[in-house]
């Protein structure tokens, strides 16, 4: 990967078809060539992105003890605080160098309440945040359904009740010169569900595989949302899209970043899509439902 697409989505929002067309094929090369890109024109007000990032400096600032009593090992349903090396991206090395905080799509009736932190206007922040994402995440699905040739509403209504979870990150400074051999920030990956946005604070760190081995930084993009594709719109595209591993190393000082990972209602039937499959092939996935799937995915990440 020579260079790192960044693609201007404002057209998705507008009613001009050529345009959102346009855009969309230009996320489609990037989803088929490296399955990573960043956005712009994503509608997502900067005040907007600086609350979250306060709210992540915030909870990761509370006492050890408040903080485990978040902790998503109480509260279970993927809610709440995972502590430092809780989690292992890469099952194979050993657990990742950072703690991270999970807020999850709730209606509070069918899926449990989130976990709030008792900090004065935090749930504000973060729900603004989540809400604002959330509909960036949706509007890139229509681009994904023109792209693959599908009618432009072909997600809307498989992602109306989402497995969406919002993921505030931070990568200790202690650990930022000297890292324990082997260890990793984040450990080599793909993520599970159909696509991430992730915000970052500037501090490099996340690295993409290449196709033909060897890593490449991100850049730092002020402003924009970095994207990729997760497993389960890989399977859905019949690897026509391209779920490709990242990593973060431990940074040269802390570091936060503010990821948005949107997988499917868990109802949705994540089956090839017609289209995507040669002629005389099989799909080369067989059927699941989205909430199968990342039950599967978690349970390995947790152990």
Known sequence: MDSFPC??????????????LAAAQAIGRACRETGFFAITGHGVPAACSAGVFAAAHAVFALPAQAKHALAIARHGHNRG????????????????LKEAYNLIWTDE????SNVWPPIDGWRAQAQAYFDAV????????????????????FFDDKLDRPQATLRLLHYPERFAADAPAGRAGAGAHTDYGNVTLLATDGVAGLQVQRRGGGWTD???????????????????SNDVYVSTPHRVL????ARYSVAFFLDPNPDALVSAIPGCVP?????????VTAGDYLRQRLAATYG
């Open 7 to 20: 693609i201007d989505i404002a057209a998705l929002a507008g009613t001009d078809g050529a345009a959102r």
């Open 81 to 96: 605080y995972v502590g430092l090396g809780v989690e292992a991206l890469d099952e194979a090395t050993a657990p990742d």
């Open 109 to 112: 009736a069918t899926r449990p």
């Open 134 to 153: 959330l509909a960036v995440g949706r509007r890139l699905h229509r681009a994904f359904a023109l792209d693959l040739g599908l009618a432009e509403d």
């Open 218 to 236: 991100v850049p730092a993009l002020p402003g924009a949302f970095v994207c990729n594709i997760g497993d389960c719109l890989m399977r859905w």
């Open 250 to 253: 431990p940074p040269a000082r």
């Open 279 to 287: 002629a005389g092939e099989l799909p080369r996935h067989a059927p």
